[in-house]
């Protein structure tokens, strides 16, 4: 009865059917992992990185990243600026386990050869008050499960800004020491963080740095999408 009156459709051609169709599916924008940065996942950065590069680092206020490598499925372009939206603001939570179909494929045998705990980015507490669910932890929950992994919920949830309408600088400043480490709680000595989107990168920087100050040996970030 649900479906005759309100029928699931694509968030991205918004065809009925289902909460992404395989034709959208299909021309999303996969991140290629050969060209790709191997430290901070920028598309194309194998060769001379432009995002993690001495200079950029420099102007972050940092010598070198706080995670050992990142990782994405798929550019953020408007296909899977739509998939994020109608997942978080929208509250179709069923795409949560889409984006973990595509994200769960990415890492190297490598990266899960340590069996990483995975660490979801806590929405913060007016996120969840608005949307109802903690979106953070629903992806994490998702993708740990097909990667057959432990999530470990052990990041407090940060009191800052929304990051969407700020520059990078003020990313960066924003998310500067925002995490910790829940009270009681301990840091995996391998760390897998997901979250949806990797703009500036400043929110997996802050989480890596929370999870190394708490004894995290091994810190390693995987997102659905990356910004270009």
């Known amino acids: 009865m649900a479906e005759t009156l309100w029928p699931t459709r694509c968030a991205v051609c918004d065809e009925p059917g289902d909460v992404l169709c395989a034709r959208c599916e299909a021309r999303l924008c996969h991140l290629d992992w050969w060209r790709a940065c191997p430290r901070c996942g920028a598309p194309f950065g194998r060769v001379q990185c432009t995002e993690c590069n001495a200079v950029m680092m420099g102007a972050a206020g940092r010598e070198e990243l706080s995670y050992d490598g990142c990782a994405s499925a798929v550019i953020f372009d408007d296909a899977a600026a739509r998939i994020v939206r109608t997942w978080k603001d929208a509250g179709e939570r069923r795409l949560a386990g889409v984006m973990a179909k595509l994200m769960a494929p990415i890492p190297s045998p490598e990266w899960l050869a340590a069996r990483p705990a995975v660490v979801p980015i806590p929405a913060t507490s007016a996120a969840r008050r608005r949307r109802g669910f903690d979106h953070g932890e629903e992806l994490a929950r998702a993708t740990a499960a097909l990667l057959g992994l432990e999530t470990a919920p052990a990041l407090a949830r940060p009191r800052a800004n929304d990051q969407r309408a700020l520059s990078r600088r003020e990313r960066l400043e924003n998310m500067e020491g925002r995490f910790r480490v829940l009270p009681g709680a301990c840091a995996p000595p391998h760390a897998l963080v997901v979250d949806d989107v990797c703009t500036t990168g400043a929110t997996l920087l802050a ?22």
């Open 207 to 228: 989480a890596a740095d929370a999870l190394r100050a708490a004894g995290s040996g091994t810190v390693r970030c995987l997102t659905f999408a990356r910004v270009w």
